[in-house]
């Protein structure tokens, strides 16, 4: 299993799974494709894409049961669990409980957890000081902030007291790379794990045509070169998956090499 390593977070499966509309949409569950879903979550722990992303908001935390059924006879220790808090659910006693509720949805303790979007109304320092109380408890292992600036993410960190700040999780992609101005930079050279969701503009990226024209050079596809560009990035992209025939695809990026060439050729075109 091809695995990322970063100084914060230690090594993780260098591509992940998302879950975004699996068990339902926002804040609303949906069983009525349980068995495809914990289906399509296992198989593609047994394709290599052992780093699992999901939230409490996802189908109202149904989509953290599915995952539990899913992940329930693997070894816990070739897992990386991310999961997030809702904003409305960002201070102190509220992420405490949040926690709890979705490590018991989970079956599990959490590698991971994250801020889900910064928060109007609640100081980060507060929901900070939560987070390193799950970390002395045992319920998480690190913690982190998704869709923040560079601005955020540093006022984030300078809260943190114990532990460090371990992963910033954003939306990135080679058609959405405002990240690369500042966040990306920063995350890398400090050793912060950086996560990218939406990484194939919901399959745009199958049909750009340098992609497409570099993919036959390896007997790939414009996928499987897209998610191989973030891998040699430094990134962590977690596109989500729920066909076999896709789960294979975004698996078979892990056995590509981009060429230093390569990935300079697709780093330099600018898209839209």
Request: glycine share 8%; aromatic share 10%; net charge neutral.
């Amino acid at each position: 299993m091809k695995r990322s390593c970063f100084k914060r977070v230690g090594c993780v499966p260098s591509i992940g799974l998302g879950t975004w509309g699996i068990g339902g949409g926002f804040w609303s569950p949906d069983s009525s494709r349980d068995e495809e879903w914990t289906a399509a979550i296992e198989y593609a722990v047994e394709k290599g894409l052992r780093l699992i992303d999901t939230a409490e908001m996802y189908g109202g935390g149904h989509a953290e049961e599915l995952v539990g059924r899913a992940i329930k006879r693997y070894k816990r220790d070739e897992l990386f669990i991310v999961t997030k808090v809702w904003p409305t659910n960002a201070r102190y006693e509220d992420v405490l409980k949040s926690a709890q509720a979705s490590s018991a949805r989970l079956g599990t303790n959490i590698d991971l957890y994250l801020l889900h979007w910064p928060s109007d109304a609640v100081p980060i320092c507060e929901t900070v000081r939560a987070f390193e109380t799950l970390v002395d408890r045992g319920l998480i292992r690190h913690f982190g902030v998704s869709n923040f600036s560079l601005r955020q993410i540093q006022e984030a960190e300078a809260c943190a007291k114990k532990y460090e700040l371990a992963a910033v999780e954003n939306r990135y992609s080679l058609y959405n790379r405002r990240d690369e101005a500042d966040v990306i930079p920063y995350a890398l050279s400090n050793g912060i794990m950086y996560i990218a969701y939406t990484p194939l503009e919901k399959g745009a990226l199958a049909k750009d045509p340098l992609l497409a024209e570099i993919a036959k050079r390896y007997g790939a596809t414009p996928i499987q070169i897209a998610l191989a560009w973030y891998v040699k990035r430094g990134v962590v992209p977690i596109p989500k998956a729920g066909r076999r025939e896709h789960i294979d695809e975004i698996a078979g990026a892990l056995h590509v090499e981009l060429s230093d060439e390569d990935f300079v050729k697709i780093s330099g075109v600018q898209r839209r």
